[in-house]
């Protein structure tokens, strides 16, 4: 392969892998990307082969092994059709790739091996098949991916219609800016929408409270921090290549719960894409953004969610 940035999608056959490729055909800045779709098929175990030394259990033997490869003709199918899709879409066809493997060590631990292949981001969807033997259910894939695929950025395919609209999360920590210089690598030049939003659960106190509460003097150095990150956020992504009339920013200020603070900003902004930093921490106050995006992507379906380390 060339030099340009891979990303790896895991696929599993199912309805929802199909809308995974639906999202990769809409959101254009991918397109400039090399594309693997990577598929971890699970065999019949071989407990089953073992019948064939019973004298009773022949026939049984010969069904599971068509069955089986029954299957994996079903698989490659999905494959190819799904390749034919970007490249109809507009990916360049010697950049996508197919790829199947036989699970080896478990479906998260063969994608997470796969991903230390120099990947740019790793694809992925809340949920994948039912069907157990065919591929893999993502539901619980997914959680390990989320907590254990944490040197390359994870992008959490949602339902909503792709605008090209991106809602970073800000918290004044280096987690966040690299949240959003992955964006600004990733969309820079395409016309995208960019949100900057913070959220805080204390609202600023005015300057009399300020002389009697020993804790206004910390609330405004957070404030400080948060604006202070808003304006190296937006200078990043004009750096990058983003039109400053496409980024704006949002300050959120009592919420009750950041995570649907998060949610309802990009609701109400239009946005289909949210974005964190893995794990954010400000020295001033503790906001580590770790359970939020967990909160976000197991909450609300049918955005699009951005975890980057």
């Given at each position: 392969m060339s030099e340009t940035k891979k990303i790896l999608v895991t696929l599993d056959g199912s309805e929802r892998a199909a809308r995974t490729i639906d999202y990769l055909c809409r959101f254009t800045p991918l397109r400039s990307k090399q594309v693997v779709l990577f598929n971890v098929a699970t065999p019949v175990p071989e407990s089953y082969y073992d019948l064939k030394n019973s004298p009773f259990s022949g026939s049984t033997v010969s069904r599971v092994k068509a069955w089986e490869m029954g299957q994996q003709a079903i698989m490659e199918g999905f494959m190819e059709d799904a390749r034919m899709r970007l490249v109809s879409a507009g990916y360049p066809a010697e950049a996508v790739h197919v790829c199947t493997v036989a699970r080896k060590n478990g479906i998260a631990r063969d994608i997470l091996a796969e991903s230390k292949n120099g990947y740019h981001a790793l694809v992925i969807r809340r949920r994948g098949s039912k069907n157990s033997l065919l591929a893999f259910t993502l539901g619980g894939v997914a959680a390990k991916?989320?907590?254990?695929?944490?040197?390359?950025?994870?992008?959490?395919?949602?339902?909503?219609?792709?605008?090209?609209a991106l809602c970073i999360a800000i918290d004044g920590s280096q987690g966040a800016l690299r949240a959003v210089q992955f964006v600004g690598d990733t969309v820079g030049r395409k016309d995208c929408r960019i949100v900057l939003c913070s959220v805080l659960r204390n609202q600023p106190f005015t300057s009399k409270e300020q002389v009697s509460n020993p804790f206004a003097q910390i609330d405004r150095e957070v404030l400080d921090k948060i604006e202070s990150a808003m304006g190296e956020a937006r200078e990043i992504l004009i750096r990058a290549g983003i039109r400053e009339d496409l980024i704006e920013t949002r300050l959120i200020q009592k919420a009750k719960s950041r995570a649907g603070a998060l949610v309802a900003a990009a609701e109400e902004t239009g946005c289909d894409t949210l974005v964190f930093g893995?794990?954010?921490?400000?020295?001033?106050?503790?906001?580590?953004?770790?359970?939020?995006?967990?909160?976000v992507i197991y909450g609300s379906r049918k955005l699009t969610v951005w975890l980057v380390p």
């Open positions: 991916l989320v907590d254990k695929a944490n040197t390359l950025p994870l992008i959490v395919a949602g339902v909503q219609e792709v605008n090209h893995r794990k954010g921490l400000s020295r001033v106050e503790s906001f580590d953004l770790g359970r939020i995006p967990r909160k």
